[in-house]
């Protein structure tokens, strides 16, 4: 999927492989550390352990 994926930090093409074929070094895209996304995904994992945990389910 797109963890995997890198960038040419010479040519800036998108390969997936650690050497460009232009010959650069390709490093891997990493998304922001304090993504929306994951603070979301937090949130519905602690909400979801929460109702499991009503149901005695824990
Ligand atoms: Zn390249």
Redesign the pocket.
């Known amino acids: 999927m797109m963890e995997h994926i890198k960038k ?1 930090v ?2 800036l ?1 998108y ?1 997936m492989k650690e050497q ?5 070094t ?1 490093v891997q895209v990493r998304p922001p550390k304090f993504s929306p996304d994951d603070a979301y995904a937090a949130y519905r994992r602690k909400a979801k352990f929460q109702i499991l945990k009503e149901k005695g389910m824990v």
């Open positions: 040419c010479k040519c093409q390969t460009c074929i232009c010959g650069g390709a």
